[in-house]
């Protein structure tokens, strides 16, 4: 008999339904898998938030966290898990700061990526804090919000620097937008950035060393914005698309994370590339659902059995090295990458996927196939539609994934 090592996964938890059950199920194909002279047991668990001692033992050897970047306590918590106990994490709440899109933009811009150009400008209304309101009207320098919009040029975007699904973003094609999208943001931070004319809007959803660059219409419904589109973006954008996601993921450890890119032709201009909380739902991503969480199955279980470990030293200055080069882009693209490929161990990953997950994508095929998550799929739409539009999404939710199953034949 081989030793057994029996691993646990945690599930950090919102309002979520849809992708934990899919995740438990998929979690359970996997099965035990022999590596190493060692039978390999895998479980997972949906974590509760409780008072904690500093010192407590954690029994989750790793934790995908959808929660911690809006809340302090399971945030907390996954700090000590990761410094005290040596949790492996998805992702790492050391860099949320980065998640807040402006040290992104910042980091990504070091690099040389097109990000347009974004000015940050003061808060519209003083912070509610006295020491603030002295601040502010001490030291805030006047500015003119109008002639740092016309030297970005209409139209333009107007949005908080720390994001936060879709929250006060303005299109401000005017001077009459750009004011009035300024008085209402209120106490949020803002960025103006530069528009970019573009022919595709690409979403990049990166899970370890895995990619999938997505056709997004952002100005459809929900249910629409991912458009099942394969070679929708030419070589050279597309291979940009794959590179500015698993770049960024690489440089600060992020291992679950959407980027978004504005394509012209071959040119590809990052404009938001931090989410600490990627989108998996089903009745969005619907098509891509299962190979998303195939994905985020697979380079957990890789994680836990290979004993991959957390490494919280990012290592930026091989990055700014490249940066610093007289390399032309493309050359910078292509060293970057090859540190992204390194720090998520792309070779490695994908052999040891072929030889102990093999059998994983048709188990999930037939399942995807099958009653029990069609099951899940309704109880998604019942509890996401009102009674009216029910039958409707059933059907063009029904439609798309058997389009995946298809093509998976």
């Not at 030291?139 to 620097?161: I, Q």
Request: negative net charge; aromatic residues 12%; proline residues 6%.
């Amino acid at each position: 008999m081989p030793a057994q090592k029996d691993h646990l996964i945690g599930l950090l938890l919102g309002a979520e339904e849809d992708w934990p059950q899919a995740f438990e199920q998929i979690l359970r194909f996997v099965g035990p898998l022999d590596a190493g002279g060692t039978q390999h047991r895998m479980a997972s668990e949906r974590l509760t938030i409780e008072p904690f001692d500093l010192t407590d033992p954690v029994r989750t050897d790793l934790v995908i966290d959808r929660l911690a970047h809006w809340y302090f306590h399971p945030r907390e918590w996954l700090k000590k898990a990761a410094l005290v106990n040596g949790t492996y994490l998805l992702n790492s709440p050391f860099t949320f700061q980065s998640m807040e899109k402006h040290s992104a933009y910042c980091a990504m811009i070091r690099l040389g990526l097109k990000v347009p150009p974004t000015i940050l400008v003061p808060y519209k209304n003083p912070l509610d804090n006295v020491r603030w309101a002295y601040t502010a009207a001490t030291y805030n320098k006047p500015f003119d919000l109008d002639v740092l919009a016309a030297e970005l040029g209409y139209p333009l975007y107007m949005k908080p620097f720390d994001g936060g699904g879709w929250r006060g973003v303005s299109r401000v094609d005017d001077p009459q937008d750009l004011h009035t999208a300024y008085d209402d943001s209120g106490e949020m931070l803002m960025h103006l950035q530069a528009t970019v004319e573009y022919e595709h809007f690409a979403r990049a959803l990166s899970i370890g060393p895995e990619t999938m660059v997505m056709d997004f219409r952002p100005e459809e419904p929900m249910h629409q914005r991912y458009h099942v589109s394969h070679g929708f973006l030419g070589e050279s954008a597309g291979k940009q698309a794959v590179a500015v996601s698993r770049i960024v993921n690489a440089f600060f450890h992020w291992e679950f994370n959407s980027a978004e890119m504005l394509v012209q032709g071959d040119e590809v201009y990052p404009i938001d590339y931090a989410n600490a909380c990627p989108d998996v739902a089903l009745t969005s991503l619907h098509y891509y659902f299962p190979w998303a969480i195939s994905a985020l199955v697979k380079w957990s279980a890789y994680c836990l059995v290979t004993g991959r470990r957390p490494n919280v030293d990012l290592e930026m200055t091989r990055y700014f090295e490249v940066a610093d080069s007289d390399r032309t882009y493309d050359e910078k693209l292509d060293a970057y990458l090859a540190l992204a490929d390194e720090h998520f161990e792309t070779e490695r990953y994908h052999a040891w996927c072929a030889e102990h997950l093999g059998h994983l994508d048709g188990l999930v095929r037939e399942w995807v196939s099958g009653a029990d998550f069609d099951r899940l799929l309704v109880e998604t739409v019942r509890a996401t539609y009102p009674v009216h539009e029910q039958e409707r999404f059933v059907a063009h939710f029904r439609g798309l994934l058997g389009m995946w199953v298809a093509d998976q034949g």
